[in-house]
């Protein structure tokens, strides 16, 4: 059985390189090394070594998944479809990658109800209404009883938001023509996300001010 005869650093100072037989071998991660049993002079069977490569392949996989959850919360679909796109890359089983998801769920770094409030909170901000949240949140893979439940529990946009809304365009509305005017205030409010109520409303309330 080959015998570990060195384990030296990279320029990348969390991998490390494994000589066995004063050769080089493989590369590992530093983590996954600080782990194990392994010592100079130790002989590693082939099951070993292969286990080594697999385990070093599942952890450049994580990390690079918690690169991509450290710009900002992600649904469960997103983390899926860019676990696969690495998988594919490195070459992990489809096991593997079930395992990684289990993971990241018991750490709740995926967690799609969490997800899902943080992303109404921040589409409210900026003005969004009910509908084009909720259109948005089954595009990154929602199931739609937990999108009803969590628009219904959260405060969304609606007539006070589609009124703001208005006021902040208030001079793209400035013809004469009362019909022409409601139609670019409707198609606006619609293109934000509001439902027709809120946008029947917040039209009547602007028009009443502007009087």
Do not use: C
């Not at 490390?16 to 069977?45: H, R």
């Not at 997800?115 to 969004?128: L, S």
């Not at 595009?139 to 969304?156: A, C, I």
Request: net charge positive.
């Amino acid at each position: 059985m080959p015998q570990l005869t060195a384990v030296k650093s990279q320029k990348n100072r969390k991998r490390l390189n494994i000589y066995l037989d004063e050769k080089f071998a493989f590369g590992v991660s530093a983590d996954l090394w600080e782990i194990q049993k392994i010592k100079l002079g130790d002989n590693l069977s082939q099951d070993e070594i292969s286990k080594l490569k697999d385990d070093d392949s599942i952890q450049k996989v994580w990390d690079k998944i918690l690169h991509f959850l450290s710009f900002r919360p992600r649904s469960q679909k997103e983390v899926i479809i860019k676990l696969q796109n690495i998988s594919t890359k490195v070459g992990i089983t489809d096991v593997e990658q079930e395992g990684i998801i289990k993971r990241l769920e018991k750490l709740h770094y995926v967690d799609d109800v969490e997800f899902g409030k943080w992303f109404i909170e921040q589409r409210t901000k900026v003005k969004k209404g009910k509908n084009l949240i909720k259109q948005e949140l089954y595009v990154k893979g929602l199931d739609s009883k937990l999108v009803e439940r969590l628009l219904q529990e959260e405060v969304l946009a609606g007539y006070d938001e589609a009124g703001a809304v208005l006021e902040k365009n208030r001079w793209r509305f400035k013809d004469s023509d009362k019909l022409k005017m409601k139609k670019k205030m409707q198609d606006l409010l619609l293109r934000r996300g509001f439902e027709w109520e809120d946008v029947a409303l917040a039209i009547e309330n602007f028009l009443t001010k502007k009087a």
